[in-house]
């Protein structure tokens, strides 16, 4: 271990290192921690030299329990909860309703953990039929192929689907609305600030405009 040099730091902060200083930085089941998780990326790409990797992993709210089971066997223990790393789905879906807000939107959150009745299904269809677009994040989706599939086969109301690169892809069922004219091309997003900086122009106006395009289709 002579070779090992250890410090204490706070990624919450301004890391105590150069700028393009490591082949390699990792963060396992830890970034879901920090305060700002954009920040704490930002930091983590700047102490990176040209080239180099960078690594995070932790449970998703889709794996959580695989993880727990995992750990039990191997150590015959049981691990508490985890917050997991949802948190920088919600980061995301807060930073559109946000983004919407600034643009004279009033935009309706749909972030549900699964549909457990009847009258939630019933519920996101009336509200999908109050809206000008949909904005649907299919990142490692929870309930969103069940909303979806409730919504676009009977309401041609614009879908925009967002995804994140580097993510597992479109889930399997998702090529089946691709033939409904009023589901958008994914757009791709690499971070939440890459997401905000083309939001407006690739978003909401490609939203808006299939928008007007389906109005003008019923005159």
């Not at 972030?111 to 009847?118: H, R, T, V, W």
């Not at 904005?135 to 409730?150: F, G, K, N, Q, V």
């Not at 090529?175 to 900086?197: A, C, F, G, I, P």
Request: contains cysteine; glycine residues 4%; hydrophobic residues 35%.
């Amino acid at each position: 271990m002579s070779k090992i040099d250890f410090k204490k730091d706070d990624f919450n902060e301004t890391l105590d290192f150069v700028d393009n200083q490591f082949d390699l930085v990792s963060c396992c089941f830890a970034i879901y921690y920090a305060e700002d998780i954009p920040h704490t990326i930002r930091e983590m790409h700047r102490v990176l030299k040209p080239g180099g990797m960078l690594f995070t992993t932790g449970p998703m709210p889709e794996n959580k329990q695989t993880f727990y089971d995992v750990i039990r066997e191997a150590t015959g223990k049981v691990i508490p909860p985890m917050p997991g790393s949802s948190r920088y789905s919600t980061q995301i879906l807060d930073s559109i309703r946000d983004e919407l807000r600034k643009c004279d939107y009033l935009p309706i959150l749909f972030d549900f953990e699964k549909p457990a009745s009847k009258d939630l299904t019933e519920t996101i269809s009336t509200l999908a039929h109050m809206a000008r677009f949909i904005i649907a994040d299919i990142t490692e989706p929870r309930s969103i192929p069940h909303e979806l599939a409730t919504i676009v086969p009977t309401l041609s109301v614009p879908v925009q689907p967002l995804l994140l690169d580097g993510s597992s892809g479109e889930y399997a069922m998702f090529k089946t609305l691709k033939k409904y004219d009023w589901v958008l091309s994914v757009h791709h997003y690499k971070s939440l600030d890459d997401l905000l900086e083309s939001f407006e122009v690739k978003v909401i106006n490609a939203g808006e405009q299939k928008a007007k395009e389906l109005i003008a289709r019923k005159q």
